[in-house]
């Protein structure tokens, strides 16, 4: 019981990183990002790309990995997403299905169906008070924990962070407050295309890479971020370790393979019984 989880934290910490990514677009731009668990795809490839057939270390394929698919996420939203943001969230949510689409299908043109493994050396797991920790873990909380500190840092105490929560409260008054809009937003894309790789590469790490590895992901990362509340960067990392810790608890009564329904079953009852998420605010209509 306790291995389980010890694992499903582990697996909610990964599953934080995309989800404060999606509810950050979605706290700035009001739309559901589909193409979330493609650009988890797509980094992963990237950095992959630049570790085994460029031959850099891992370390430094994931960090530039991160800023050539930032670049690629801010070009992306000026010739997808800027175009369409007056026609409401529901067009912006049709075409991140089709950027997923793209994505999704670059990855397999460029990379075939095969798994893809980095090249990363074997390493014997640890023993701690009975409990199996393996390297990769280890690597995965470290960095997804200083991650998402870093990005809560930002939000708080930095001019960017203020400008960002600004503009989710109300971008009339942020507009005019002289704040940049546009700039924002693209700042929100470069963040999130980041916090995708992060997670794109830890996955690697714990996996292999395929075409559809975002397809695995992307249902608990939507759980996440509705589990804590859309718009709340600190309730979606609470509801990705409660939704890891879960699904893999869960294995004790069902298939591993049906894990996935307790992410499904966990969307249904919070829409049901409390819509506005965990730590979300509710909705006031006038």
Same mark, same amino acid.
């Given at each position: 019981?306790?291995?389980?989880?010890?694992?499903?934290?582990?697996?909610?910490?990964?599953?934080?990183?995309?989800?404060?990514?999606?509810?950050?677009?979605?706290?700035?731009?009001?739309?559901?990002?589909?193409?979330?668990?493609?650009?988890?795809?797509?980094?992963?490839?990237?950095?992959?790309?630049?570790?085994?057939?460029?031959?850099?270390?891992?370390?430094?394929?994931?960090?530039?990995?991160?800023?050539?698919?930032?670049?690629?996420?801010?070009?992306?939203?000026?010739?997808?997403? +800027?175009?369409?943001?007056?026609?409401?969230?529901?067009?912006?949510?049709?075409?991140?299905?089709?950027?997923?689409?793209?994505?999704?299908?670059?990855?397999?043109?460029?990379?075939?169906?095969?798994?893809?493994?980095?090249?990363?050396?074997?390493?014997?797991?640890?023993?701690?008070?009975?409990?199996?920790?393996?390297?990769?873990?280890?690597?995965?909380?470290?960095?997804?924990?200083?991650?998402?500190?870093?990005?809560?840092?930002?939000?708080?105490?930095?001019?960017?962070?203020?400008?960002?929560?600004?503009?989710?409260?109300?971008?009339?008054?942020?507009?005019?407050?002289?704040?940049?809009?546009?700039?924002?937003?693209?700042?929100?894309?470069?963040?999130?295309?980041?916090?995708?790789?992060?997670?794109?590469?830890?996955?690697?790490?714990?996996?292999?890479?395929?075409?559809?590895?975002?397809?695995?992901?992307?249902?608990?990362?939507?759980?996440?971020?509705?589990?804590?509340?859309?718009?709340?960067?600190?309730?979606?990392?609470?509801?990705?370790?409660?939704?890891?810790?879960?699904?893999?608890?869960?294995?004790?009564?069902?298939?591993?393979?049906?894990?996935?329904?307790?992410?499904?079953?966990?969307?249904?009852?919070?829409?049901?019984?409390?819509?506005?998420?965990?730590?979300?605010? +509710?909705?006031?209509?006038?």
């Amino acid at each position: 019981m306790a291995q389980l989880v010890l694992n499903g934290l582990i697996t909610g910490m990964i599953v934080a990183l995309p989800a404060v990514a999606l509810t950050l677009i979605f706290s700035i731009l009001k739309f559901p990002n589909f193409a979330i668990g493609a650009m988890l795809t797509a980094s992963a490839y990237i950095a992959w790309s630049l570790n085994v057939l460029a031959g850099l270390p891992l370390l430094a394929a994931a960090v530039l990995a991160a800023l050539l698919f930032a670049l690629a996420m801010v070009l992306t939203d000026r010739a997808v997403f +800027r175009p369409l943001r007056e026609r409401g969230p529901i067009t912006l949510l049709v075409a991140s299905m089709g950027v997923s689409f793209v994505l999704e299908n670059l990855c397999r043109l460029a990379f075939g169906n095969l798994a893809r493994n980095f090249d990363i050396p074997i390493a014997r797991p640890h023993r701690f008070w009975g409990l199996r920790v393996n390297q990769e873990q280890i690597t995965t909380a470290i960095v997804a924990l200083a991650a998402m500190a870093a990005v809560y840092l930002l939000l708080r105490h930095s001019p960017l962070g203020r400008a960002m929560r600004a503009v989710a409260d109300n971008p009339a008054l942020a507009a005019a407050r002289g704040i940049d809009r546009d700039r924002t937003i693209l700042w929100t894309w470069a963040i999130a295309a980041v916090l995708t790789t992060i997670a794109g590469v830890l996955v690697g790490m714990d996996r292999a890479i395929d075409p559809l590895m975002g397809w695995s992901y992307i249902i608990s990362i939507f759980a996440a971020a509705i589990l804590g509340g859309l718009g709340s960067p600190v309730g979606a990392v609470l509801g990705a370790l409660v939704i890891g810790v879960v699904q893999e608890v869960s294995t004790l009564v069902i298939a591993s393979n049906y894990r996935q329904a307790v992410s499904f079953a966990a969307i249904a009852l919070l829409l049901l019984f409390r819509p506005q998420g965990l730590l979300g605010q +509710r909705r006031i209509k006038r």
